[in-house]
């Protein structure tokens, strides 16, 4: 107060004034509003960590797919292959008791393996049938 008082003895004139920002004591419920407001700001933060980290985790996926989709065509150009799906026919051969899986379109056999009972008897009743029908004829 003695400043205040010397300058009002000595008649000082205020040129101008303005505003700056100067640190100013808090009050209790001041204290009280920016701690939620920080709580608040906090669980934004945790929102938006977890949208980027599911973000992320999406992009990486769809690099990965393509990532996989451009080795696919790159091993099939190196090889010059590619798998298809393709008709197939399961032939038995009677005399070797193999059955034999044969592509329609090539007539190329992919498999030989030994003809299960049920398909050798299947057979027998089938040629029995034919037979009579051919006696029969």
Avoid: W, Y
């Amino acid at each position: 107060m003695t400043a205040l008082i010397v300058l009002k003895e000595r008649k000082l004139r205020t040129l101008a004034t303005s505003i700056r920002n100067l640190p100013c004591k808090l009050t209790d419920e001041e204290v009280q509003a920016k701690g939620e407001e920080l709580a608040k700001a906090f669980k934004e933060i945790e929102a938006e960590e977890e949208h980027q980290k599911s973000v992320r985790a999406s992009m990486k996926a769809k690099l990965d797919s393509m990532n996989l989709a451009a080795s696919t065509l790159s091993t099939q150009i190196t090889e010059r292959l590619e798998c298809r799906e393709v008709e197939v026919e399961f032939v038995l051969d009677d005399e070797s008791q193999l059955v034999k899986t044969v592509r329609i379109d090539t007539g190329e056999v992919i498999d030989v393996r030994q003809a299960t009972q049920d398909e050798l008897q299947d057979n027998f009743f089938k040629n029995l049938l034919k037979d009579e029908k051919d006696d029969e004829g």
